[in-house]
């Protein structure tokens, strides 16, 4: 079913069919010549918000695909369909128009449940304001999305403990989420984002909240987890500084997808003290 992680989805096992397959890791970095399955594949998707006789076309055919192993920032102005489009590739919301594959799989005509499923398998999301549940541990937060996917609680607690070793968080597992600064509830959030092995990270302006040196911290993680695993992470940001550390740039603008570019010159946040600092 839900394949092992012990902290680190390393590349594990070429796998079949099912929405719990754990496909990270297994291509993107690994220099293979093979055409690979875009993890993400977008074509010409459409988003129209009906509010009383307005319509507001939010998406007006967006395609982008996005490959196993890649850094991505999508970067657009405010009301350009960026939180749309996370929605949709986060499967929080359906497109009107179009179709959109995650990891293969068909999205556009699943049921609530399917989509709750393929949320919870495939998809990790950190959010700006961290989303941790209040007065809980750290360790019963990274356990949450186990207990959805039916992981039994000794295996729930090896596996959400190695996840926190992973973000550097090892001496902070019994500590409540109030207890700890807004850079290790970020780490939380991520090693929550890990547990289920998903096969794309979304992060929505995951330094928003952070000051200026945790959150090149946490870039710097996003990084490491990127490189040294292979994980997919896709940050929506409108930060340009933010774009300057990611692989790829995908610029968006009235809902339509206008580049979808390599980053020639990839910054590294690990050991800055800001992300401006160059
Ligand atoms: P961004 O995240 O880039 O700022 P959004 O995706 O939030 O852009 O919004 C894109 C457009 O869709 C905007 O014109 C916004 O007003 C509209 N919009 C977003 N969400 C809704 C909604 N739930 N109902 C109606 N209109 C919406
Ligand atoms: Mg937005």
Same mark, same amino acid.
């Given at each position: 079913?839900?394949?092992?992680?012990?902290?680190?989805?390393?590349?594990?096992?070429?796998?079949?069919?099912?929405?719990?397959?754990?496909?990270?890791?297994?291509?993107?970095?690994?220099?293979?010549?093979?055409?690979?399955?875009?993890? @993400?594949?977008?074509?010409?998707?459409?988003?129209?918000?009906?509010?009383?006789?307005?319509?507001?076309?939010?998406?007006?055919?967006?395609?982008?695909? @996005?490959?196993?192993?890649?850094?991505?920032?999508?970067?657009?102005?405010?009301?350009?369909?960026?939180?749309?489009?996370?929605? @949709?590739?986060?499967?929080?919301?359906?497109?009107?128009?179009?179709?959109?594959?995650?990891?293969?799989?068909?999205?556009?005509?699943?049921?609530?449940?399917?989509?709750?499923? &393929?949320?919870?398998?495939?998809?990790?999301?950190?959010?700006?304001?961290?989303?941790?549940?209040?007065?809980?541990?750290?360790?019963?937060?990274?356990?949450?999305?186990?207990?959805?996917?039916?992981?039994?609680?000794?295996?729930?607690?090896?596996?959400?403990?190695?996840?926190?070793?992973?973000?550097?968080?090892?001496?902070?597992?019994?500590?409540?989420?109030?207890?700890?600064?807004?850079?290790?509830?970020?780490?939380?959030?991520?090693?929550?984002?890990?547990?289920?092995?998903?096969? &794309?990270?979304?992060?929505?302006?995951?330094?928003?909240?952070?000051?200026?040196?945790?959150?090149?911290?946490?870039?710097?993680?996003?990084?490491?987890?990127?490189?040294?695993?292979? @994980?997919?992470?896709?940050?929506?940001?409108?930060?340009?500084?933010?774009?300057?550390?990611?692989?790829?740039?995908?610029?968006?603008?009235?809902?339509?997808?206008?580049?979808?570019?390599?980053?020639?010159?990839?910054?590294?946040?690990?050991?800055?003290?800001?992300?401006?600092?160059?």
């Amino acid at each position: 079913m839900i394949s092992t992680v012990n902290g680190k989805p390393s590349a594990s096992t070429a796998n079949g069919s099912g929405l719990s397959s754990g496909i990270n890791a297994t291509n993107g970095t690994n220099g293979s010549s093979a055409p690979l399955r875009p993890v @993400i594949d977008v074509q010409d998707i459409a988003k129209t918000y009906k509010m009383g006789d307005i319509e507001v076309n939010a998406l007006q055919g967006a395609t982008m695909t @996005i490959y196993p192993g890649d850094l991505v920032s999508i970067m657009g102005p405010s009301g350009s369909g960026k939180s749309t489009l996370m929605n @949709i590739l986060g499967c929080l919301d359906q497109p009107t128009g179009g179709s959109y594959k995650l990891d293969g799989i068909e999205t556009e005509k699943m049921s609530d449940d399917q989509l709750a499923e &393929i949320r919870n398998t495939k998809i990790g999301f950190v959010f700006q304001s961290f989303n941790l549940l209040r007065r809980t541990t750290a360790i019963d937060n990274v356990e949450q999305p186990m207990i959805y996917a039916g992981v039994g609680p000794r295996q729930r607690r090896e596996r959400a403990t190695a996840a926190l070793q992973a973000v550097g968080l090892g001496d902070r597992i019994k500590h409540y989420s109030n207890e700890l600064s807004g850079g290790q509830q970020q780490r939380v959030a991520i090693a929550r984002s890990l547990v289920n092995n998903p096969a &794309i990270i979304l992060a929505d302006e995951p330094t928003g909240n952070l000051d200026s040196k945790s959150g090149a911290e946490i870039i710097c993680l996003f990084q490491r987890l990127n490189s040294e695993q292979g @994980i997919t992470i896709i940050f929506v940001t409108h930060d340009p500084r933010i774009a300057q550390h990611t692989k790829r740039v995908i610029r968006i603008s009235d809902g339509r997808i206008v580049s979808n570019e390599p980053n020639a010159n990839v910054l590294q946040a690990c050991g800055k003290k800001s992300l401006s600092d160059d």
